[in-house]
């Protein structure tokens, strides 16, 4: 047990004490206890207890400590209050920038325990509202979680487009445009990837011989090479020839349920992917959709899978009037821009305090501007809407005469998400049952990655959707892609509706619906399962229908 050790114990159970907001002198003492132990050249754990209190800045209280630190590699006490603190809070820690005081406001007031939740709170603007933080320090904790989590070597698809893309356009021109295949997580379009995958025709030795100047080789075997980004994402580079790319590009593009299809022998010297589903005498199947067997009974000739061109406009935005960052004028001046014909304007209600939601006295001021700006932007429009907070109880935070006031209402859960599976779909079912609720916000409440959100009865959530004509979102945002891609099938089998929205903070969070179209993809959503997919006038109809 060094000085550094001993120091190092001091300096963490000072830093525990306020998180947790407890004795603030109790935790300076410890923090100059600290320093000092870190400074003083004699070794601590060689010296008898006696001595311990005479060395500078050490008394007697502070020598008991470090003796107890020596015998038992510890202190009680401190053991004690970590036992009482979320392995989620003790993470924090980990990120520079994050002192104890700025994690004891994010844990208490703004009830945020992981970083995924404080990520999140950081893309929706809502860090830099709070005291002590401001748009600079929000913007570093940012980019200082995201390498945090990124060298876990796991990562959202959204953060691995740009990497991708490197690699290929440098993959292409090492070895040629028409001999570079992308495959792996990323082609079967998954909301999380562990590797990038490419196919490549070329032997393994010239691979080897491939060399990016931030890239180190993790592992080579004598069909593939997997390398390492500073990062920490890894690609996988697998070698192939003439007689088995397009066999290889399939099978690594594909689950390991559905490789169960394959053969490589019926499929040698295949032209190209359509021709290995050709070869094995089965209807083509993209690349994401390659996950379950069934899929080849399913699959119709006719399906035309929705694509971002599709959306006509954009459902769930949030404006400066709560935690956006913009204001209306802003978010529909930039929608026409892009070619929209219109945009709903749902912004966090009363019970959402920490993202300033709206009270009714400020929901009417909302909707006399949003009249004005109708009549200055016709044809295009601006719709009312308010992402209200689903209560512990099933019931939305506004009485049913101010729900009435608006076009359309989203209700989603922020709080309270450690419910049992019972009681949480009791709660969403009696939220969908509001006569003025349209569509069920992101349905668990996950953030990929650091939360996964409320256990639920699927069907029985789809089933009340569909009794009253409630439309299941599918949000967007790269931390939630919720409702999971892997029940929206149910919905639209039932005749029920999702909808595509981005959820955006920002203006570039309209982007947002891309992704949201790639796992819709996987769901085999079309546009006509899509409620933002609907013009203008389709939407005005839709709203009447309730």
């Not at 487009?161 to 792996?184: M, P």
């Not at 203008?536 to 309730?546: C, D, G, R, Y």
């Amino acid at each position: 047990m060094t000085n550094f050790d001993i120091a190092d114990i001091f300096s963490a159970y000072s830093k525990l004490i306020d998180i947790h907001g407890l004795n603030s002198f109790k935790a300076k003492s410890l923090a100059a206890a600290a320093f000092s132990i870190e400074r003083l050249t004699i070794p601590l754990n060689e010296l008898p207890f006696k001595e311990l209190s005479v060395q500078k800045g050490i008394g007697d209280s502070t020598a008991k400590k470090i003796s107890e630190i020596i015998n038992t590699g510890t202190l009680k006490e401190y053991e004690e209050l970590l036992t009482v603190t979320p392995p989620s809070i003790l993470e924090m820690m980990k990120i520079k920038g994050l002192g104890p005081k700025k994690i004891n406001a994010i844990w208490k007031e703004m009830q945020i325990e992981t970083l995924g939740e404080l990520l999140y709170a950081c893309k929706e603007n809502r860090l830099k509202t709070f005291k002590g933080f401001g748009e600079k320090t929000q913007t570093s904790v940012m980019q200082k979680i995201e390498f945090f989590m990124n060298s876990k070597g796991r990562f959202l698809f959204a953060n691995t487009v740009r990497a991708n893309e490197y690699i290929k356009t440098n993959l292409e021109l090492h070895f040629g445009k028409i001999n570079v295949i992308i495959t792996g997580d990323y082609a079967r379009q998954l909301e999380i990837i562990d590797q990038l995958e490419f196919v490549i025709d070329a032997s393994i030795e010239e691979i080897k011989n491939f060399n990016l100047h931030d890239f180190n080789v993790l592992e080579s075997d004598e069909s593939s090479i997997t390398f390492i980004t500073e990062s920490g994402l890894k690609t996988v580079l697998h070698s192939a020839s003439a007689r088995d790319k397009y066999f290889k590009a399939v099978k690594f593009s594909s689950s390991s349920e559905f490789s169960e299809l394959l053969d490589e022998k019926k499929c040698e010297n295949a032209k190209n992917e359509n021709d290995v589903f050709k070869k094995l005498n089965l209807p083509f199947i993209p690349s994401y959709l390659r996950e379950t067997k069934n899929i080849i009974s399913k699959l119709k000739a006719e399906f035309e899978p929705i694509e971002a061109k599709d959306i006509k406009g954009l459902i769930h935005c949030h404006s400066n009037w709560s935690d956006g960052a913009h204001s209306i004028e802003e978010l529909a001046e930039e929608c026409i821009k892009r070619g929209f014909e219109y945009i709903v304007i749902s912004d966090h209600s009363k019970s959402a305090f920490y993202a300033n939601g709206l009270y009714e006295d400020r929901i009417k001021k909302q909707h006399i501007l949003i009249d004005e700006l109708n009549r200055n932007y016709a044809p295009f429009k601006i719709f009312k809407s308010i992402e209200s907070d689903i209560l512990n109880d099933g019931n939305l935070d506004y009485s049913n005469d101010i729900l009435s006031t608006f076009d359309l209402v989203i209700a989603s859960v922020h709080s309270n998400l450690s419910m049992d599976k019972n009681k949480a779909t009791e709660r969403l079912v009696k939220a969908v049952e509001n006569p003025y609720t349209r569509i069920l916000g992101h349905a668990t409440g996950r953030l990929l990655l650091s939360r996964n959100g409320y256990e639920i009865d699927y069907d029985k959530i789809i089933d009340a959707c569909i009794a009253n004509n409630v439309v299941v979102e599918l949000n967007a945002h790269p931390n939630r892609l919720d409702m999971d891609w892997r029940y929206l099938d149910k919905v639209i089998e039932k005749g029920g509706l999702i909808s595509i929205d981005p959820d955006a903070h920002y203006l570039e969070g309209f982007d947002d619906i891309n992704f949201g179209v790639l796992v819709a993809q996987k769901a085999m959503i079309t546009a006509k399962d899509n409620l933002s997919s609907f013009s203008l006038s389709q939407f005005e109809k839709f709203l009447t229908q309730k």
